[in-house]
């Protein structure tokens, strides 16, 4: 993991890895050429500021040009694509299975309810 506590996932065996060791994943399927990923990747990255706790809760960056066999497993078209999983499994966060787009507001308060349950679960 680097500095800025986001996951930068290579392919779909580390992914599968994180989704395996980490009881709650957040992931962003993003590409380079993509303009909304890019303005949306540093909320994303304060979000995992803000929320990440090592074993718990994690974010993750998935280039989808980069880990394409990532991408193809769970049917990314769209970028950026948002997904959250529970314990290795893909999970709607406040009744969504993922958010397609730069949808700030979305992303905010899936990240601040994934923070509450990871909490929760850090103290249990």
Known sequence: MSADKLHHIGS?????SL??????????????????CKAIAPHYQSLAAQHAIPGVLAFAKVNVDHAQDAARTY???AMPTFMFFKEGKQVAVNGQPLIRGADQRSLVA?????GGLAKKRQGA
Request: glycine fraction near 10%.
């Open 75 to 77: 049917g990314v078209t």
């Open 12 to 16: 779909n065996a580390e992914l599968q």
């Open 110 to 114: 899936a990240a601040e309810k994934l």
């Open 19 to 36: 989704l395996g060791s980490t009881t709650y994943v957040a992931v962003d399927f993003y590409a380079d050429w993509c303009g909304p």
